[in-house]
Nanobody
């Protein structure tokens, strides 16, 4: 089992920045991919950014150049630095971790960007 705890959401004006953190515990050494998804009201959950254990990253086209995902050396915490935020970035952001056997989700953290 892997437990994920997110922090760092909040309210920010357009053009501002936020940094999300997600700490993994439990069998975190089995995590292969760790990253962030988001879900806006009335929309499906979508990938924002993920980082693979080998270092490869994937970003949604809508956040490329504005968001940066990173992971600590112990690979137990993943961060999402969000710059130049837009109102359309408003959503609940979920941390995600994938092992060989399962997919895990955090409880979600609200990010609201005001215009």
């Amino acid at each position: 089992q892997v437990q994920l705890v997110e922090s760092g959401g909040g309210l920010v004006q357009a053009g501002g920045s936020l940094r999300l953190s997600c700490a993994a515990s439990g069998r975190s050494s089995n995590i292969n991919v760790m990253g962030w998804y988001r879900q806006a009201p009335g929309k499906q959950r979508e990938l924002v950014a993920v980082k693979h254990s080998g270092g490869r990253t994937n970003y949604a086209d809508s956040v490329k150049g504005r968001f940066t995902i990173s992971r600590d050396d112990a690979k137990t915490t993943v961060y999402l630095q969000m710059n130049s935020l837009k109102p359309e970035d408003t959503a609940v952001y979920y941390c995600n971790a994938v092992t060989f056997f399962s997919t895990y989700w955090g409880q979600g953290t609200q990010v609201t960007v005001s215009s």
